[in-house]
């Protein structure tokens, strides 16, 4: 079993819906989510960082963490097709940089 | 755009040949780590230096090694290159106070013929 399990898609919604986007977990000593977008072919990109149990909001984009279910989500409000790509969840423990990424979900916007 | 630049942007090589990597961190970052991205393992964690040293490593193979410069940029050199080898290779960078919020580069495509 792997360390973070990330739903491959590809999710297709229609321009404006909401996206949610999810991953599990089984270590218990992950402290820090981060979510990263990857365009083909491209770096990825942060997008939340957030630390411990809790939500952070960003413009269009809310991170949700619940350790206690060990669950981590990443909304998307009033999606764009320039919000076409693939998102991967990461995280890490307490103790260590290492990022630890899910296999990624591939989002696709049609307008 | 991250900060964080790599070069080349594409490779192609032989089996049997050795390549080198080059990443530049953002400005002020002392952290660079490198991962590695295939469509079979997604984006594995290779190594991490701080500020010159070794840090960290992750499953990177005998074969692979890395350096950091006193200019604080990094080279990964990949020797004895294997077809399974080809990969799109990133480099990250993090800030001082927040080594878990990292940075990627555009990567560097290595394809092994």
């Known amino acids: 079993q792997k360390e973070v399990e990330q739903d491959p898609g590809p999710l297709s919604v229609p321009e404006g819906a909401i996206v949610s986007l999810n991953c599990t977990y089984s270590?218990?000593?992950?402290?820090?989510f981060m979510w990263y977008r990857q365009y083909s072919r491209k770096g990825p990109e942060l997008l939340m960082y957030?630390?411990?149990?809790g939500n952070k909001e960003d413009g269009r984009f809310t991170a949700q963490v619940d350790k206690s279910s060990k669950y981590i989500s990443l909304f998307i409000r009033d999606s764009q097709p320039s919000d076409s790509a693939t998102y991967l969840c990461?995280?890490?423990?307490?103790?260590?940089?290492?990022?630890?990424f899910g296999t990624g979900t591939r989002l696709q916007v049609f307008p | 755009d991250s900060g964080v630049t790599q070069t080349p942007k594409h490779l192609i090589t032989a089996t049997g040949q050795r390549v080198t990597l080059r990443c530049s961190p953002r400005?002020?970052?002392?952290?660079v780590y490198w991962y590695q991205q295939s469509l079979d393992q997604g984006l594995q964690f290779l190594i991490q230096?701080?500020?010159?040293?070794?840090?960290a490593k992750g499953n990177i193979l005998e074969r692979f090694s890395a350096q950091q410069f006193p200019d604080l940029h990094s080279e990964l050199n990949l020797s004895s290159l294997e077809l399974g080898d080809s990969a799109l290779y990133f480099c990250?960078?993090?800030?001082?106070?927040?080594?878990?919020?990292?940075?990627f580069g555009p990567g560097t495509r290595l394809t092994v013929l």
């Open positions: 990250a960078s993090s800030p001082r106070t927040s080594h878990n919020e990292q940075f």
């Open positions: 270590n218990s000593a992950f402290q820090y």
């Open positions: 957030t630390y411990s149990s």
């Open positions: 990461a995280m890490s423990a307490y103790n260590t940089d290492k990022l630890i």
């Open positions: 400005s002020g970052d002392l952290s």
């Open positions: 230096y701080y500020n010159g040293e070794e840090r």
